[in-house]
């Protein structure tokens, strides 16, 4: 256990392809001391998976890439990544008042009362919306809301949010059918969202489940929202 608390803190919200179920044997681990995880009200050195929304299948996620190019642009920072992402969720349980999004604020505020400023945060969601065609044509209203209410309640009114677009394997999967929606609707959000951007996911592929990305495409889509995140830092 480590007693550093963590100065830059990041909070990560969304469903499985946040959470990451890329493969651990796939990439090489990341480990880097100044990079830290909130666990069980405590902050940790991060070790891989980040999160343990699903023990048995959590894995690699985009978040330590993220982590990783952030102290290599910045080597004063002392990151810290606060896990909150549970895969198969709806945007519905996201939502102001749901249970997720409730969990995921008294989480953070807990994690920022032990010191650290809320420097960012990491989205990725809409696998959940992309089988409804109402739900889909509505996602950035809903996801403006959510994250307008979000800032509001952590007292980070300009804090940056991350997101990234679903990604193009969902072409092959059976019922998703309206994901291109989705990925266009968090591109609209940048319209009306300030201190926002969306990280690319043209090329990245997936575990051969149509549904999550590998390991490989996670780290580079870390990068990705590294790189967003500094056009809006």
């Given amino acids: 256990m480590t007693t550093q608390i963590p100065t830059d803190i990041f909070l990560l919200i969304g469903q499985s392809n946040m959470a990451g179920r890329g493969r651990m044997h796939e990439v090489s681990h990341i480990q880097n001391s100044h ?17 343990t929304d699903k023990p048995d299948i959590a894995g690699i996620g985009l978040c330590m890439s993220f982590a990783h190019h952030l102290v290599k642009g910045f080597p004063t920072m002392q990151v810290g990544l606060i896990p909150t992402a549970v895969g198969g969720t709806p945007l519905a349980r996201w939502m102001p008042g749901a249970d997720l999004y409730e969990n995921a604020v008294t989480i953070c505020k807990d994690a920022l009362s032990k010191g650290g400023k809320l420097r960012g945060i990491l989205w990725h969601q809409g696998e959940g919306d992309s089988g409804n ?27 940056p949010v ?4 679903l990604g193009p394997y969902l072409a092959n999967h059976p019922t998703l059918r309206y994901y291109q929606t989705v990925n266009q609707q968090l591109h609209q959000l940048a319209t009306l969202l ?25 780290r580079e889509f870390g990068h990705r929202y590294y790189h967003q995140y500094l056009k809006v830092m």
């Fill in 194 to 218: 300030p201190h926002y951007a969306v990280a690319h996911a043209h090329d990245l592929t997936d575990n051969g489940d149509n549904l999550h990305f590998d390991a490989k495409s996670l």
């Fill in 133 to 159: 065609l109402d739900n889909a044509n509505t996602y950035a209203t809903r996801l403006l809301e959510m994250f307008t209410t979000l800032r509001e309640q952590l007292d980070a009114p300009d804090v």
């Fill in 162 to 165: 991350i997101t990234g677009e």
């Fill in 35 to 51: 990079i830290h995880m909130f666990r069980d009200g405590a902050w940790l050195p991060a070790v891989e998976p980040i999160h």
